[in-house]
Structures are given as C-alpha cells and as structure tokens.
C-alpha cells in the first residue's frame, strides 16, 4: 500500500513540474518573496470587504437581532444590568478591555518609540508613531462616518461617550499589538518565538474586543467590524514597512 501511494505520489510531482515547465517564466512563482505580498494583499482586501459587509449589515439594520442576541445571552435574563459568571469576571474584563484604552496604548506606543530613538532606529520609530496614530485617525473617521450609538438594551459596566461603529478598543487594540508584535517578532530567530509573539497578540487583541461586548458598551458587530478594519490597516502597515526597509529608510532589526 505504502510504495502504491508512493509511486501515485512521484507521478504526481512530476506531473506538476512538467506542467509548472511549461508555464511562462514571467507565471512562475520563483520563490516565497514573490507570493508574500500577493498573500498580504489578499487579505487586506478580505478583511476590508468583511468590514464593508458588516457596515453594510449595520446600516440597513438587518444585524441587529443577531447583536440583540448575544447582548442578552451574556447577561442574567432576570436582570440585565446583571453580567453572567461571578463577580471576579467582571473585574477581570474591566481590566483587560483597558488594556485597549487610549491612555494604556499611548504608553505602550511611547516605550517603544523610546526604545528605538535610544537604539538609534530614527526610522522604525517614525513609522511605529505613524501607523498607531493613523489607525487612531482611522477610527474616529469611522465613528463619526457612521455615527451609530451605543446599545442601550444592557446597562453599560464601563463608561463611555463616543460613537459605538466600529469598537475603537478592537481597531486601535488590533493597530497597536499587531504591529508590535509583528516589530517583535522579526527581532528573533527561532520560528517558535515568532510564532508565540504573534499568537499573543492575536489573543490579546480578540480579548479586548469580546471585552467590549461583555460589558455592554459594544454590539458584536462593533468589535467584528474594528477587527476586520484594524488587521487589514496593521498588514498595510507591516507591508510598507518591508517595502520602506527594502530601500533603506527604515532600519532592519538586528
């Protein structure tokens, strides 16, 4: 069995290169360089299209029961100023969801920025203060593009005052630690670290949004809608960024 599949297996490959010969040189992928920005494109455009769809959605009112839904499926039937699970829950997500707040982010954004002036990276620190500041400006255009306001089916557990569309805990979160993370991430070598660097953001940025939705100040669809346009602006980001250290104004990490 095991030399049959073997043997369907190299007809198969050969089969491949055959056909990838015969191909154009200018068709043929000649290395992963070529396919990566292809890749970064494809979901920019993806994650951009899922947030046109969803303001589409928001816009027409055709989402909000299903936003109706989970507000009310996180909160005590009987009382929903009341959030389901003990109390320590609803201290742990206030912590975490400030983890998305202005002040905290803009700590964060001027350590880093700090930390590449001193290691004389004049260009890297530039651009870490563009791409968190125009993702800021990218969400208060939104917010006030859109203009939708906040849910008021549940008590609100933490305050407020801006538009709810799109959540900016979620876009500015998805901004900042996306891109940090990823700025981390090129400094190692080991695949692994690369791999935990990004994961830990990933999960911190989902953890701030679905904080929003558990404390009621955000529907679903606001914090759906932050990270689809967040990630699509942080690859933008780490995109131009290759581009810019390709021809020298930005450093290369070492």
């Given at each position: 069995m095991k030399k049959a599949r073997r043997a369907r297996q190299s007809k198969v490959l050969k089969l491949a290169d055959r056909a990838l010969a015969a191909l154009p040189a200018r068709w043929r992928a000649t290395s992963l360089a070529e396919l990566v920005?292809?890749?970064?494109?494809?979901?920019?455009?993806?994650?951009?299209?899922?947030?046109?769809?969803?303001?589409?959605?928001?816009?027409?009112?055709?989402?909000?029961?299903?936003?109706?839904?989970?507000?009310?499926?996180?909160?005590?039937?009987?009382?929903?100023?009341?959030?389901?699970?003990?109390?320590?829950?609803?201290?742990?997500?206030?912590?975490?969801?400030?983890?998305g707040g202005t002040a905290v982010l803009t700590l964060i954004t001027a350590g880093v920025?700090?930390?590449?002036?001193?290691?004389?990276?004049?260009?890297?620190?530039?651009?870490?203060?563009?791409?968190?500041?125009?993702?800021?400006?990218?969400?208060?255009?939104?917010?006030?593009?859109?203009?939708?306001?906040r849910p008021e089916l549940v008590a609100h557990l933490a305050h407020v005052s801006s538009y709810s569309f799109p959540s900016g805990h979620a876009l500015s979160s998805a901004v900042t630690y996306l891109t940090l993370g990823a700025l981390l991430a090129r400094t190692q070598?080991?695949?692994?670290?690369?791999?935990?660097?990004?994961?830990?953001?990933?999960?911190?940025?989902?953890?701030?949004?679905?904080?929003?939705?558990?404390?009621?100040?955000?529907?679903?669809?606001?914090?759906?809608?932050?990270?689809?346009?967040g990630a699509a602006w942080a690859m933008l980001c780490w995109q131009v960024e290759h581009l810019l250290q390709q021809r020298g104004q930005v450093e290369r990490e070492d």
């Open positions: 920005p292809l890749a970064v494109l494809a979901f920019i455009a993806a994650a951009v299209y899922a947030f046109a769809q969803i303001a589409d959605e928001v816009m027409d009112g055709e989402i909000k029961p299903f936003d109706e839904a989970i507000l009310r499926a996180l909160r005590n039937p009987a009382d929903l100023a009341d959030p389901i699970g003990p109390r320590w829950l609803e201290a742990a997500m206030l912590d975490i969801t400030a983890l920025i700090g930390f590449l002036l001193m290691d004389q990276k004049r260009g890297a620190a530039l651009f870490v203060l563009v791409a968190v500041v125009g993702g800021s400006l990218l969400t208060t255009l939104a917010k006030f593009a859109f203009a939708r306001p070598a080991s695949k692994r670290i690369k791999a935990y660097l990004l994961a830990a953001a990933v999960l911190l940025t989902l953890m701030i949004g679905s904080s929003r939705v558990y404390l009621g100040v955000h529907y679903p669809s606001d914090v759906l809608a932050g990270w689809s346009l």
